[in-house]
């Protein structure tokens, strides 16, 4: 159990590091939008479930609505973060219902 709390924490230690490095080249290039973007679910009070899928999908909506203000290397970033957050917190799985061979479907 210990080995996976510390896999956790060193990999939400890689989230907070990856933000930190979009905060300060943003700052540098001002990128206003993407700051806000950023600032809206950052710094990390917690890493709660919760809070790192307001981090995820602030900077999905910010890699979809808005590539087009970002250089290759911070979309790139964004990506790389998006496989970290989904390592932590995955997708949660569609549910299906399974019918019987002559049941009728709801």
């Known amino acids: 159990m210990m080995a996976y709390l510390s ?3 060193n990999i939400v230690e ?3 590091a990856i933000c930190l490095r979009l905060f300060d080249t943003w700052c540098e290039t001002r990128s206003v939008t993407s700051l806000a973007y950023l600032m809206h679910c950052w710094p990390l009070v917690d890493s709660t ?3 790192l899928r307001r981090l995820g999908e602030t900077m999905h909506d910010l890699r979809r609505y808005h590539a087009d203000q970002m250089d290759g290397s911070g979309f790139q970033t964004l990506c790389e973060m998006a496989d970290l957050l989904d390592e932590l917190i995955g997708h949660p799985a569609r549910a299906v219902r ?3 061979v002559g049941e009728a479907p709801e």
């Open 7 to 9: 896999e956790r924490e």
């Open 14 to 16: 890689q989230i907070n």
């Open 49 to 51: 479930p919760d809070a």
């Open 98 to 100: 399974l019918v019987a």
